[in-house]
Every structure is written in C-alpha cells, then in structure tokens.
C-alpha cells in the first residue's frame, strides 16, 4: 500500500534536494516510515514535513533524516550515535548502512516504542538505552559519527569526547528562534572542525544540563 508513497518520498523530497549516497537512498527507500508513526496520522506518514509521534515530539522530515545520515558518512565498517532517537525511524535506516547503531532517548515512552518498532522491522544491530543524550553513551563508545536529532544551543562537549579520530558529529545548534545544521570532525590531533550546512528547525534537546 506504501510502496509507491516512499518511492515518491526518496525521488522528490530527497534526491530532489541534492541527498546523492546511494546506501542512504537505498536504505530509506527500504525502511518503511508508517511504521514508525501513530495511526492516527499514518496518512502523513510519507509527507514532506515532521510529523507528530506523542510526547510533545516528531519524526524529523524525511529529507532532514536523508540528509544528516549522508553527512555522517555512513559505512558499514563504522559505529553511530544517535542522541534523541526517538521513535527509531533514523535507526532503522541507519542499521542497514552501519556496522554497529547506538541510540539513546530520553521519554521513556518513546523508547519503549522505538523497541517494539525495531523488533517489527528486524533491526538486530541498534542497541537503544533510555537517558540524557547531552552525555551521549560513553560506555558504548567512540563512534565514527554522531548524530544529534535535536536542538541544543552549543555542542555538548561529551559528545565531542565520544567522538574517535576522524569521526564526524551531526546536530543543529541554536534557540527556538533560529538553529542551524553543523558538522564537527575530530582531527588526529585532537582538535576539531565545524562546517554549517544551512538553518533547520528542531525540537529542543531535554537534558538536565543548561541547553536552553
């Protein structure tokens, strides 16, 4: 029934706007996004915007999903972070261009629906825990890439040190106001790297630290 909605969504709303990795487009092409949102707005499950998953939350719009997983280089030698993960649609993707995939979410209800949702679709390399994402998951790491599926007004410097050599973080930075889509690469001397991908609009992340 959605086969041909998530095609659609792939051509026009993501390789449309310049997403070129073919795992990424393959990968979305596959995971099937319906599944990850409540039945009462299924049928926007394929829009071109964030849709509503409870809990004051959403499903990022899908171009936004294509795009930062393309940003954070995918391999499938490679480990991801994902702070904010939500109801698991990210993960799902990433699992089939990742080696291994990490997420943490801080509502406990969304967790618990990201488990069920990964267990539908076979997800068996994402290992998802519930907690503040501003500490990121450092028992579990470093990750070759981070992605930060919320907004936070500076960069959480756990996540940086979480970051192995050469890896790359995703996140928006910014207030309610205006945010705005960055990379940080962690060089091999230590030291690291921004670069700004244009302005976004996230939910805020929520973490006992001062993100506000």
């Known amino acids: 029934m959605f086969d041909t909605e998530r095609q659609r969504m792939v051509d026009e709303q993501i390789a449309a706007r310049g997403v070129r990795d073919q795992a990424v487009l393959k990968a979305m092409r596959t995971v099937p996004r319906h599944l990850f949102v409540p039945k009462t ?5 394929y829009a071109d ?7 004051g939350q959403t499903i990022s719009q899908p171009y936004i999903v294509g795009l930062m997983l393309e ?5 499938l030698s490679k480990r991801l972070l994902e702070v904010g993960s939500g109801c698991g649609y990210l993960l799902a993707i990433a699992s089939m261009i990742f080696k291994e995939v990490v997420g943490i979410e801080r509502v406990e209800g ?19 825990l519930c907690g503040d994402g501003y500490d990121g998951v450092s028992k579990l790491g470093p990750y070759d890439s981070i992605i930060v599926s919320c907004a936070s007004s500076r960069v959480p410097r756990p996540l940086l040190d979480q970051l192995a050599p050469g890896g790359v973080l995703v996140l928006p930075v910014g207030d309610v106001l205006f945010q705005e889509l960055i990379t940080v690469r962690r060089t091999a001397d230590g030291t690291y790297t921004t670069l700004s991908h244009g302005g976004v609009r996230f939910v805020p992340l929520i973490s006992a630290h001062d993100v506000g």
């Open 41 to 45: 707005h299924l049928h926007e499950a």
């Open 49 to 55: 915007y964030p849709v509503p998953i409870g809990f």
């Open 71 to 75: 940003l954070s280089e995918p391999a």
């Open 110 to 128: 969304l967790y618990q629906d990201s488990l069920s949702f990964l267990q539908d679709v076979n997800a068996k390399n994402v290992r998802v």
